[in-house]
Nanobody
Framework: QEQLAESGGGSVQAGGSLRLSCVAS????????MGWYRQPPGKQRELVAS?????????ADSVKGRFTISRDNSKNTVTVYLQMNSLKPEDTAVYYC??????????WGQGTLVTVSS
């Protein structure tokens, strides 16, 4: 069963930076898209950024210019990073990693909390 391992959440003051990591224990050949979603308190989960197996990136308008998604491939693992700069209180949320596999099934990470204080 495919699994994703997330790390990197925490608390930071507005204007600060954090980097989230998500490790998929599969090769890039098994992955269509990996992305980061977030769910602010009391709100629905939303896409933050995604990257396809071909390297095409997509960002929510609210994070463009502040967040950067990137990926490292090894033989049997893929690590996706979300570098978050110029953080704002409204970025406070639980951040989830997601992978859509070539089988078209989807896997979610356990979530990591990011808290930005003003």
């Amino acid at each position: 069963q495919e699994q994703l391992a997330e790390s990197g959440g925490g608390s930071v003051q507005a204007g600060g930076s954090l980097r989230l990591s998500c490790v998929a224990s599969r090769s890039i050949s098994r992955i269509n898209v990996m992305g980061w979603y977030r769910q602010p308190p009391g709100k629905q989960r939303e896409l933050v950024a995604s990257i396809t197996s071909g390297g095409r990136m997509n960002y929510a308008d609210s994070v463009k210019g502040r967040f950067t998604i990137s990926r490292d491939n090894s033989k049997n693992t893929v690590t996706v990073y979300l570098q978050m700069n110029s953080l704002k209180p409204e970025d406070t949320a639980v951040y989830y990693c997601n992978a859509i596999w070539t089988s078209y099934s989807s896997t979610w990470g356990q979530g990591t909390l990011v808290t930005v204080s003003s």
